[in-house]
Nanobody
Framework: EVQLQASGGGLVQAGGSLRLSCAASGFTFGDWDYSIGWFRQAPGKERERVSCISHEDGRAYYVDSVKGRFTISRDNAKNTLYLQMNNLRPEDTAVYYC???????????????WGQGTQVTVSS
């Protein structure tokens, strides 16, 4: 059974940093069977794909609003996905979810497996 456990959220002032972690079980990143990514959903807004890694080519993708500030990475030995978030802004406030998808590329919206979400709040 695939399980994803996200952590690392919290309250931070604008300009600060946080690192989100997503521990995976039930599948192995190194097997390259899954595309993986981070999504977020703010109150009253639709869920948005923030960043992802396609298993087909290993490339990382970012939504324009976080380019240059967020970095997605993976540690295959620890079976963990990370999202380093720097220079945070109030508009980054949302619940952040990690997700995995049995797809070659990470561009689908409805991934197969989801973590429980971790709250990120950025104060101005």
């Amino acid at each position: 059974e695939v399980q994803l456990q996200a952590s690392g959220g919290g309250l931070v002032q604008a300009g600060g940093s946080l690192r989100l972690s997503c521990a995976a079980s039930g599948f192995t990143f190194g097997d390259w069977d899954y595309s993986i990514g981070w999504f977020r959903q703010a109150p009253g807004k639709e869920r948005e794909r923030v960043s992802c890694i396609s298993h087909e080519d290993g490339r990382a993708y970012y939504v324009d609003s976080v380019k240059g500030r967020f970095t997605i990475s993976r540690d295959n030995a620890k079976n963990t996905l990370y999202l380093q978030m720097n220079n945070l802004r109030p508009e980054d406030t949302a619940v952040y979810y990690c997700a995995a998808d049995r797809a070659a590329y990470c561009f689908r919206e409805d991934y197969d497996y989801w973590g429980q979400g971790t709250q990120v709040t950025v104060s101005s």
